[in-house]
């Protein structure tokens, strides 16, 4: 599979890492294939022509991801029935169409060629785990449609089909090395779950880690949905690192922090510092699990902002008293208020006319002011640090103090190179 990054004004194809049996899979499930030649666009079926317009929401609802999609598919509908309600976009109500991914890259695949194909959407919004976004991506290239996709990543890709809204690598993973380096830790253990994104990740953690007398104690992944961590958590307790780095994701986080906790592992004896634990997790885990120890994101509940409040309050408001709010489902409604500001801009749906006026798109985010960088489709960010407290809730403990610019190929980064090879 690959992808296409911009230079200048122009798109470049270049390699990306890929799960080889999940891309045959998508690639028969949708009945598409992708090549190193330039996608043909396929004809949209779009209809402007109404009083509304069709988008699609594309997450898991069942499936060992749900504990965390959920909730994204509930912020792009606060997002749509805000947008709506201040007189939609150009004049048009948005009809949103829902799909489950379940938890399968394959199912993402053949979701999204029917929301393209059949649905006529005009934009769709999903994904989560970095598996199901490549088995996506090929679809969304070869019918030339959009997808906005909310969730923090390993980078070393873009695509001019997908719009970034979480974080890359360099907004995320690398700051939240620095802030290790900062506080004293010289060695870290590789918790992650066995695909895409954690595997890519590691690969990225170990080369800062060679460039900054960082040792690797050790590594160790885990299919996704595992509840057995009794044999891993054993060998980091006796590995003695100083700090965890943990990509696990989905409901695997549930069993890990449990096992952590009951070997008599603390955050202040081996602290872990997660980048797949928000919020909504949290309380999955239990806090008596998981308290004290630390996360990198973007956004937490706990900014206090009025930008933020009105938006925490929206949502409690809508879903009730009792649900947080956290990165990725704030990355998920940024997204659609980011289409429908490009949208506007252009003054047009059509793919290529939406492409073309990115660049430069901002949106007042909960997060803070974002803007969608023109050259690589991903948006501007504030990293930020946080620690998990007895009420549930992540508090910043450090943050970047201005949004920085998205690198996905980690190009500013002299121990990087190779990576993207």
Same mark, same amino acid.
């Given at each position: 599979? #690959?992808?296409?990054?911009?230079?200048?004004?122009?798109?470049?194809?270049?390699?990306?890492?890929?799960?080889?049996?999940? #891309?045959?899979?998508?690639?028969?499930?949708?009945?598409?294939?992708?090549?190193?030649?330039?996608?043909?666009?396929?004809?949209?079926?779009?209809?402007?022509?109404?009083?509304?317009?069709?988008?699609?929401?594309?997450?898991?609802?069942?499936?060992?991801?749900?504990?965390?999609?959920?909730?994204?598919?509930?912020? @792009?509908?606060?997002?749509?029935?805000?947008?709506?309600? *201040?007189?939609?976009?150009?004049?048009?109500?948005?009809?949103?169409?829902?799909?489950?991914?379940?938890?399968?890259?394959?199912?993402?695949?053949?979701? *999204?060629?029917?929301?393209?194909?059949?649905?006529?959407?005009?934009?769709? %919004?999903?994904?989560?785990?970095?598996?199901?976004?490549?088995?996506?991506?090929?679809?969304?290239?070869?019918?030339?449609?959009?997808?906005?996709? $909310?969730?923090?990543?390993?980078?070393?890709?873009?695509?001019?089909? @997908?719009?970034?809204?979480?974080?890359?690598?360099?907004?995320?993973?690398? $700051?939240?090395?620095?802030?290790?380096?900062?506080?004293?830790?010289?060695?870290?253990?590789?918790?992650?779950?066995?695909?895409?994104?954690?595997?890519?990740?590691?690969?990225?953690?170990?080369?800062?880690?060679?460039?900054?007398?960082?040792?690797?104690?050790?590594?160790? /992944?885990?299919?996704?949905?595992?509840?057995? %961590?009794?044999?891993?958590?054993?060998?980091?307790?006796?590995?003695?690192?100083?700090?965890?780095?943990?990509?696990?994701?989905?409901?695997?986080?549930?069993?890990?922090?449990?096992? /952590?906790?009951? #070997?008599?592992?603390?955050?202040?004896?081996?602290?872990?510092?997660?980048?797949?634990?928000?919020?909504?997790?949290?309380?999955?885990?239990?806090?008596?699990?998981?308290?004290?120890?630390?996360?990198?994101?973007? /956004?937490?509940?706990?900014?206090?902002?009025?930008?933020?409040?009105?938006?925490?309050?929206?949502?409690?408001?809508?879903?009730?008293?009792?649900?947080?709010?956290?990165?990725?489902?704030?990355?998920?409604?940024?997204?659609?208020?980011?289409?429908?500001?490009?949208?506007?801009?252009?003054?047009?749906?059509?793919?290529?006319?939406?492409?073309?006026?990115?660049?430069?798109?901002?949106?007042?985010?909960?997060?803070?002011?974002?803007?969608?960088?023109?050259?690589?489709?991903?948006?501007?960010?504030?990293?930020?640090?946080?620690?998990?407290?007895?009420?549930?809730?992540?508090?910043?403990?450090?943050?970047?103090?201005?949004?920085?610019? $998205?690198? $996905?190929?980690?190009?500013? /980064?002299?121990?990087?190179?190779?990576?993207?090879?």
């Amino acid at each position: 599979m #690959v992808s296409r990054r911009r230079s200048g004004t122009r798109w470049v194809r270049l390699g990306v890492p890929t799960v080889l049996s999940v #891309v045959a899979l998508a690639l028969s499930a949708c009945g598409s294939s992708a090549t190193d030649e330039a996608a043909t666009s396929a004809e949209s079926c779009v209809d402007t022509s109404g009083d509304t317009i069709k988008v699609g929401s594309l997450n898991s609802l069942s499936g060992t991801m749900a504990i965390s999609e959920v909730t994204v598919r509930d912020s @792009i509908a606060l997002a749509v029935e805000e947008i709506n309600a *201040a007189g939609g976009v150009m004049g048009k109500q948005i009809e949103v169409v829902g799909e489950d991914g379940a938890s399968e890259p394959t199912v993402f695949a053949e979701k *999204a060629e029917k929301l393209i194909s059949a649905d006529c959407v005009a934009a769709v %919004f999903g994904g989560w785990t970095s598996s199901s976004r490549k088995a996506m991506l090929p679809v969304f290239e070869d019918n030339d449609a959009l997808l906005y996709y $909310p969730v923090q990543y390993e980078g070393l890709e873009s695509s001019e089909n @997908i719009f970034y809204t979480g974080a890359t690598t360099n907004q995320q993973i690398v $700051p939240a090395l620095d802030y290790l380096k900062e506080q004293g830790v010289t060695s870290l253990y590789l918790v992650g779950s066995d695909y895409v994104f954690p595997q890519t990740a590691n690969r990225i953690i170990k080369a800062y880690a060679e460039a900054n007398g960082m040792e690797i104690k050790g590594e160790d /992944y885990t299919p996704l949905g595992s509840t057995d %961590f009794s044999t891993i958590v054993n060998k980091v307790r006796t590995a003695d690192a100083d700090a965890v780095f943990n990509t696990l994701n989905g409901d695997s986080n549930v069993a890990f922090f449990r096992e /952590y906790r009951n #070997v008599g592992l603390t955050a202040q004896d081996m602290p872990v510092i997660s980048v797949s634990i928000a919020e909504e997790e949290v309380g999955g885990i239990g806090v008596g699990n998981i308290e004290g120890q630390l996360t990198a994101w973007d /956004y937490y509940q706990t900014i206090d902002t009025p930008v933020n409040n009105e938006f925490v309050a929206a949502y409690k408001a809508r879903y009730g008293a009792d649900k947080p709010t956290s990165d990725p489902m704030e990355a998920a409604y940024v997204s659609v208020y980011l289409w429908k500001n490009t949208v506007e801009k252009a003054e047009s749906f059509a793919v290529p006319d939406v492409q073309e006026a990115a660049g430069g798109v901002t949106f007042d985010a909960p997060e803070g002011l974002v803007t969608i960088d023109g050259d690589n489709n991903h948006i501007t960010k504030t990293a930020r640090i946080g620690e998990i407290r007895s009420d549930g809730l992540i508090y910043t403990v450090w943050d970047s103090g201005e949004p920085i610019e $998205p690198d $996905p190929y980690l190009e500013g /980064y002299d121990w990087a190179e190779g990576l993207s090879g």
